[in-house]
């Protein structure tokens, strides 16, 4: 298992098979396990308000997103070279997707399907790696390469840099708390982190 995500009242758990190239969920009640087969090294995931999965196909350079209901798959392709590693839910419906490969953030409407804007990141090939969106609509980004976190605001389209107090990081995901603050935790220097 590579990423989990708990979704509804009926507490399933949605999680991706990187080498595998699957999706699959689990309905933590009965214990079954479904398994929906894609491409492209299947990693990030989140859900939109209708209750698709959305999941990063780095490999293909696309998002996909899966109809739970029907099993039925669709795609929208990143560009090339994005590399598309997680994707966040925002407060307004929106999807925000960190592309590695390219040092960009993409803002996807789920309902068209397509990318409605994409923001450079200021390290230009910093690794954008992890993505979160707190209560407030601000978008947080990790640049990986770096040792910075980024804090876009869609409206004003301003970007705040944080600049890591230790080196070598390496976040891979990241979670905003009650209180606004964002927690991370390195997974190359094993430290624990919080942005106030």
């Not at 009242?9 to 969920?25: E, H, R």
């Not at 959305?54 to 209901?69: A, E, H, I, Q, V």
């Not at 230009?124 to 605001?153: C, F, Q």
Request: charged share 20%; with cysteine; aromatic share 6%.
């Amino acid at each position: 298992m590579h990423t989990l995500i708990i979704t509804d009242d009926q507490s399933t758990i949605w999680f991706t098979m990187q080498s595998g190239n699957k999706v699959a969920s689990l309905q933590t009640r009965t214990g079954s396990i479904k398994e929906y087969p894609s491409s492209g090294g299947p990693y990030g995931l989140a859900l939109d308000r209708a209750g698709n999965v959305w999941f990063c196909r780095m490999g293909d350079n696309k998002m996909g997103r899966l109809d739970p209901t029907s099993g039925q798959m669709a795609e929208v392709d990143m560009g090339r070279d994005s590399l598309p590693r997680r994707v966040a839910a925002a407060p307004d419906g929106m999807l925000w997707i960190a592309l590695y490969g390219n040092g960009k953030l993409a803002k996807l409407d789920p309902v068209s399907m397509k990318v409605v804007k994409t923001y450079q990141l200021p390290a230009g090939d910093g690794g954008p790696y992890a993505v979160t969106v707190d209560g407030g609509g601000m978008v947080w980004a990790n640049e990986i390469k770096t040792d910075t976190v980024v804090r876009l605001d869609p409206k004003t389209e301003q970007m705040r840099v944080v600049n890591l107090p230790s080196k070598n990081v390496g976040i891979r995901k990241m979670v905003v708390d009650a209180n606004g603050r964002l927690w991370y935790m390195g997974s190359h220097n094993g430290r624990l982190g919080v942005v106030e």
